[in-house]
């Protein structure tokens, strides 16, 4: 299994051969303007410039501010996929694209937050990088295309959960939202105040109950300076103890089912909690001592992406 991290499947699959890419979703694409007085009362119609930080210099910038159309920069390019390969060298980087809990929930627009206004209809909206959220690269000769063309392409399967890598891999391996069972950090609750329109989609859930967003493990490999407060306990063994939640090593355990999971940089990961420009810590769900996660590391354009077991996401 490949489970694709951090990139939607139209951004890099959408022109797949016979897959339900993007081309069968032209109708689902306009985006409303949070930004329109009222929010939501138009919609976007053109693509605004990508960021890395700030505007970057990368894209060319068309006289009103957007994202200026590849072949005349006096135009901006009207808000739909377009293959950002037009623009910079495959192997450029670009900025990141938020990816969280319920800021996810609201680009979805899927009636949790506020009322439903459409299907999929705020991704550039709530997005922190709208410039690039309908931007794609046609993967299906990339190395990782070329083993889908032999195997299956899961283009109805997107993630288990909303938001990021770190609430995805406790649904891959243990199917469950953690629990949080310590004194709540100041600032980890989300808040989301749906007059204003302002979410603050940190750590935890609304109620403080659930892990929801990025938090370090207590035990190894954590990131280097992370107070104990402020890691997670992480507990699959103990049923009597707060946190419990088994995994599938513990049900193939259980059913007296031999296993291994491997984790490449793990012992680097181990010795100083670091390995290269990622953290592993972000990808291991479960504690060092129960399972090993199998990670082999590839460069993909833009961003990195890990092979095996990811989620799909923004």
């Known amino acids: 299994m490949i489970y694709q991290e951090n990139w939607s499947f139209d951004s890099l699959y959408g022109q797949f051969p016979g897959a339900s890419g993007y081309a069968y979703g032209f109708d689902t694409l306009p985006q409303l303007d949070l930004k329109a007085s009222p929010a939501y009362s138009s ?8 960021l890395n930080g700030a505007t970057d210099p990368q894209f060319p910038v068309s006289p009103d501010g957007n994202l200026a159309l590849w072949s005349n920069h006096n135009l901006a390019l009207p808000l739909a996929p377009h293959d950002f390969s037009n623009y910079i060298d495959q192997n450029s980087k670009t900025g990141d ?3 969280r809990f319920y800021h996810e929930q609201l680009q979805i627009d899927n009636g ?18 709208p410039g690039l959220v309908l931007s794609y690269l046609d993967a299906t000769n990339f190395p990782e295309g070329k083993l889908a063309q032999q195997f299956t392409l899961c ?4 993630h288990s959960a909303y938001g990021g890598s770190f609430l995805n891999h406790q649904w891959l391996i243990a199917a469950n939202t953690p629990l949080w069972t310590a004194p709540i950090p100041a600032g980890w609750q989300s808040t989301w105040d749906p007059v204003a329109k302002i979410l603050n989609d940190n750590q935890l859930s609304f109620d403080g109950v659930y892990a929801i967003n990025t938090i370090q493990p207590l035990l190894a490999p954590f990131s280097p300076g992370t107070p104990t407060t402020k890691r997670l306990l ?11 939640m088994p995994n599938i090593g513990n049900r193939l355990d259980d059913a007296g089912i031999t296993w291994k999971w491997y984790s490449g940089g793990w012992n680097a990961a181990l010795q100083n909690n ?22 082999e590391v590839r460069a993909v354009p833009g961003r990195a992406y890990f092979r095996l077991y990811e989620h799909t996401s923004s």
């Open 155 to 158: 283009d109805n399967f997107f």
């Open 274 to 295: 670091t390995a290269g420009g990622e953290r592993p810590e972000h990808y291991l769900p479960v504690p060092s001592s129960a399972v090993r996660l199998l990670h």
């Open 97 to 99: 694209i938020v990816h």
């Open 112 to 129: 949790a937050l506020e009322a439903k206004a459409g299907d999929l209809d705020k991704f550039v909206t709530w997005s922190d990088n």
């Open 234 to 244: 992480i507990n699959n063994t103990d049923p009597s103890q707060p946190g419990y």
């Open 43 to 50: 919609l976007v119609y053109k693509t605004p410039s990508p």
